[in-house]
T-cell receptor, first 113, second 112 residues
Framework: DAGITQSPRHKVTETGTPVTLRCHQT?????MYWYRQDPGHGLRLIHY???????DKGEVSDGYSVSRSKTEDFLLTLESATSSQTSVYFC????????????FGPGTRLLVL | RKEVEQDPGPFNVPEGATVAFNCTYS??????FFWYRQDCRKEPKLLMS???SGNEDGRFTAQLNRASQYISLLIRDSKLSDSATYLC?????????????FGKGTTLSVSS
């Protein structure tokens, strides 16, 4: 299995609070991704990174920001959590863009009350 | 046509059955395709890549039909452990997108 960890694995928070999720990889892969997965929607890309300090928006980026200060870490921040952001969040990595296989972390279950 | 579409199922089959899933895609320039498997409350994991010539891995066969723009996954001799959601995955359009596009998945339930 690819070396990808996510923390925390579970979190309950209140509406309006900031939340940061962390993805850590030991594979030295250049690309990292944040997805959310909801019933009826499948996996939707939030943000991705193509290198240190290089990030771009995905399909559902509103309300989220990301940072990547080191190759191994990709942080996802919910600036002010809302109930619509209750979801399962997956981080993924790949060696290169587009055509390459992605490997996923174990996921973070977030509940916003 | 949506970028990728799958029949959500569920497909309910007995052990030993053969079952096939199809997935259609819209980007005719797509080159790489994958099938991922996702168990309940777990992360998606790569099951197999799909090559133009088709490929087989044990009981699993993946095929690509470029003319009709669909890929398929055939599972022979189904096992209880095959129960999962199977995600069809296609590459992004153009140069701007860098993330694979995941279908919503097809749920398979194998019963004894």
């Amino acid at each position: 299995d690819a070396g990808i960890t996510q923390s925390p694995r579970h979190k309950v928070t209140e509406t309006g609070t900031p939340v940061t999720l962390r993805c850590h990889q030991t594979e030295n892969h250049r690309y990292m991704y944040w997805y959310r997965q909801d019933p009826g929607h499948g996996l939707r890309l939030i943000h991705y990174s193509y290198g240190v300090k290089d990030t771009d928006k995905g399909e559902v980026s509103d309300g989220y920001s990301v940072s990547r200060s080191k190759t191994e870490d990709f942080l996802l921040t919910l600036e002010s959590a809302t109930s619509s952001q209750t979801s399962v969040y997956f981080c993924a990595i790949s060696e290169s863009a587009g055509q390459e296989t992605q490997y996923f972390g174990p996921g973070t279950r977030l509940l916003v009350l | 046509r949506k970028e990728v579409e799958q029949d959500p199922g569920p497909f309910n089959v007995p052990e030993g059955a053969t079952v096939a899933f199809n997935c259609t895609y819209s980007n005719s320039a797509s080159q790489s395709f994958f099938w991922y498997r996702q168990d309940c409350r777990k992360e998606p994991k790569l099951l197999m890549s799909v090559y133009s010539s088709g490929n087989e891995d044990g009981r699993f066969t993946a095929q690509l039909n470029r003319a009709s723009q669909y890929i398929s996954l055939l599972i022979r001799d189904s096992k209880l452990s095959d129960s999962a959601t199977y995600l069809c995955v296609v590459p992004p359009k153009g140069q701007a997108g860098t993330a694979l596009i995941f279908g919503k998945g097809t749920t398979l339930s194998v019963s004894s």
